[in-house]
């Protein structure tokens, strides 16, 4: 089975510049997650999508951050304008189902963002 | 509020145990256990629920204490490839997932 696929792996931009990561979870997963991982520290969730719905975006940046998942599949996080304060690794991860403790979450590589 | 994972490092020798431990400010529902190794995407290993029920893929151990809303993580007879950072996520009644800030373990031959 493939996992969660992420692209790019690793990303530089200057401080004001926009970025996109892309992501596509395991087939068939309906709720799909986006977390910010800042170096030294555990994963913060940025927005869930259960199918093409979102679930919850209570922490997203909604100024400069925005995700969209059109069709239910695959999804995208776009940061515009980024700051250095958003060098980090975002990380997608997928899970069959949206009850938590039920559903394991299955993770991506992740995108490591460096903002200069 | 994320929950606060302690010891924040343990080094360990092949066949040597350890315990890591989690704890949350809020009632819990449940608490999942993940393991990351450097570079590498966060790897699931269990999930505890209220009321013991238990779901892991590993032959790794944790207990959960609904009442002190503690989780307690056992590497037992610990072997090189245990070495990683290892992430609680706690679920409290906002149906949220909050990870600590991890505890890094590194098992030495």
């Known amino acids: 089975e493939a996992g969660v696929a992420q692209s790019p792996r690793y990303k530089i931009i200057e401080k004001r510049q926009s970025v996109a990561f892309w992501c596509n979870p395991i087939?068939?997963?309906?709720?799909l997650y986006w977390y910010q991982q800042i170096l030294g520290q555990g994963p913060k969730l940025l927005i869930q999508?259960?199918?093409?719905?979102?679930?919850?975006d209570s922490q997203l940046p909604k100024d400069r951050f925005s995700a969209e998942r059109l069709k239910g599949v695959d999804s995208t996080l776009k940061i515009q304008p980024a700051k250095l304060e958003d060098s980090a690794v975002y990380l997608c991860?997928?899970?069959?189902?949206?009850?938590?403790?039920?559903?394991?979450?299955?993770f991506g590589p992740g995108t490591r963002l460096t903002v200069l | 509020q994320q929950p606060v994972q302690s010891p924040q490092a343990v080094i360990l020798r092949e066949g040597e145990d350890a315990v890591i431990n989690c704890s949350s400010s809020?009632?819990?529902?449940?608490v999942h256990w993940y393991r990351q190794k450097h570079g590498e995407a966060p790897v699931f290993l269990m999930i505890?629920?209220?009321?013991?029920e238990q779901k892991g893929h590993e032959k790794i151990s944790a207990s959960f204490n609904e009442k002190k809303q503690q989780s307690s993580l056992y590497l037992t007879a610990s072997q090189l490839s245990y070495s990683g950072t290892y992430f609680c996520?706690?679920?409290?009644?906002?149906?949220?997932?909050?990870f600590g800030a991890g505890t890094t373990v590194t098992v030495r031959a």
């Open positions: 809020k009632a819990l529902y449940s």
């Open positions: 087939s068939g997963h309906a709720t």
């Open positions: 999508f259960q199918n093409n719905g979102v679930v919850d």
């Open positions: 991860a997928s899970s069959l189902g949206k009850l938590l403790s039920y559903n394991e979450q299955f």
């Open positions: 996520g706690t679920e409290g009644n906002d149906y949220k997932l909050s």
């Open positions: 505890l629920l209220k009321g013991g």
